[in-house]
């Protein structure tokens, strides 16, 4: 009993640590936050802080990993088995846009993620990390079973390689989404349903359609 409070604890601590930092990333930039910074608005010493992370670095690349799992599981849970390639494939996109309208802070931190990653100093053991978590992602990649199924019964006529797609419609609906997100913050406003409407539509058509732009 008493070995499982611990443990619940050191993992209340690092959720703590993790919800700080994502609030003060977002809020002041990614080079900008020092650990201090993160341990006082966790409300946690810098002792605790070193028991779970050892470098800001590391926090970052965590918060990025968890983001990225946190989205990909959401919108995953959406297919069903029952429904075809198309199918899983449309109402998994839609989870999509709903997630950026109900997370946008996740989808900017993602964006910011990515925009800064070449500049940040990352250790190489980091960056190593990071490439495995991202080959993963790619080799396990959470469109491949409904874009797989489509092929399999037709409903996906693209001749692309299933993990082509799955790649070529993440980085499509992240631009979007992302560009989406940003407007709303500067316009204090929800996203523009009907253009992430269009959107998927278009993306929809070039996926499952036989025909391949020259």
Known sequence: MNENWHQQLRNKHRDDLIAAGKELFLKYGLLQVKIKDVCTKAELSRVTFYKHFQSMDELLLAIQMQLIEHLTDEVSRTSMKDMNGREQLTVMLNAWVVYAQDHPDYIRFIQLFDINYEMYDFSPELREEYDKFNQNGKEKHFLMDA???????????????????????????MGMLQRMVTIRAAHDNSLDMGMTEQFVKMLLHFVCSEEIPE
């Open 147 to 173: 874009l797989s199924q489509g092929v399999v019964d037709g409903s996906i006529k693209n001749p692309s390689p299933p993990l082509d797609l799955a790649q070529f419609i993440f980085t499509a609906m």
